[in-house]
């Protein structure tokens, strides 16, 4: 590792219970080719990831590259990244689940695609590796086992993004950190924040991905993306949900389509009676933006929109009491 000059890219590692494959997060960082600054994020693991942690800084002699910010509360993925993000002062950033690890040269192969590209692109990103919770390679890249939605040469990367599917692979991603800044950093609302910022950069970025695999993606049983991201999560719908919203009105070409989109999954949300408020907020602004009549939507958006009162109510002034019944009688 160059350790000559100042680093020029941060890692923030993100941590909850990741005990048994820390280290070998953290020391994959350590091998790389050019130093990078390293913020821990630990969101108060109720395993003794903080006291490896720890650990793992004393025996390397380097604290000086090393932030640690050890939480004592849960405060949740995306503003522990955000916490990271506000101390870091290097032209690029990049995450990194505790579970997972990089190649030696991933930063430095990164950092130069990024040089060669200029301002103007956002991010980079790469094809990933992937490993079962023991660390053993599996024979398929992530390219490879999601080819139905892997798309890195698309001519319109935002539109396909938001439209079709988020192909791109979290572990990979290098974010020029001014540009994760200018579009609004990581929405604390939204629990897989990846997604919902690819796109925020896609839509005033290039993207530039790098062919070749250069981290690896362990894919545990009970991680947090398997208990995200399937069709019966109604965090899943409204990290959608709020994802479409922001993007409603920003390309005028794709606004009908993004609104019937956005009036489906509102209707969804609205049955599933999880927040009756971002359904019915979602379909006032599914039917501006379609500007048709659509007696469907504005049946669900009324039940929506009373619902949301009919519970606000309640939780102002409480059920009613056995007196109070007996007296309305």
């Avoid at 579009?183 to 993207?207: C, K, M, N, W």
């Avoid at 007696?295 to 109070?324: C, D, F, M, V």
């Amino acid at each position: 590792m160059n350790v000559a000059e100042s680093p020029r890219v941060t890692v923030a590692v993100v941590s909850y219970n990741h005990a048994l494959y820390v280290e070998r997060c953290l020391r994959s960082l350590m091998d790389q080719t050019v130093q990078p600054h390293i913020i821990v994020v630990d969101d108060c693991s109720t395993d003794a990831s903080q006291t490896l942690i720890r650990e793992f800084v004393r025996r390397t002699g380097r604290p000086e590259l090393f932030t640690l910010l050890l939480h004592q509360q849960n405060i949740g993925l995306p503003a522990g990244l955000n916490e990271a993000l506000r101390i870091t002062d290097t032209e690029y950033f990049v995450y990194l689940a505790g579970d997972d690890w990089s190649l030696p040269s991933r930063l430095e192969k990164q950092i130069r695609a990024l040089d060669s590209a200029g301002e103007g692109a956002g991010l980079c990103y790469t094809d990933c590796l992937r490993s079962s919770a023991s660390g053993s390679f599996d024979e398929l890249l992530f390219s490879e086992i999601h080819s139905e939605v892997w798309l890195p040469h698309s001519p319109d990367p935002y539109r396909d993004l938001l439209l079709r599917d988020n192909w791109i692979p979290a572990p990979t991603v290098m974010f020029r950190t001014a540009a994760l800044r200018a579009v609004g950093t990581f929405d604390e609302s939204i629990p897989y924040e990846d997604h919902d910022t690819y796109v925020r950069i896609a839509a005033r970025y290039q993207l530039v991905m790098l062919p070749e695999a250069l981290s690896v993606h362990r894919e545990l049983v009970d991680g947090l993306g398997r208990r995200l991201f399937f069709s019966g999560s109604h965090s899943w719908l409204e990290g959608w949900i709020r994802m479409e919203l922001k993007q409603l009105r920003w390309r005028s070409d794709l606004t009908p389509q993004l609104a019937a989109r956005l009036r489906v999954r509102a209707i969804r949300l609205y049955k599933m009676g999880t927040n009756d408020e971002l359904a019915a907020v979602a379909l006032a602004a599914a039917l501006k933006a379609s500007r048709r009549f659509d007696p469907t939507g504005l049946i669900y958006w009324s039940l929506a929109s009373l619902r949301t009162a009919y519970k606000k109510l309640r939780a102002t002034y409480g059920p009613a009491t056995t007196n109070e019944r007996d007296r309305s009688t």
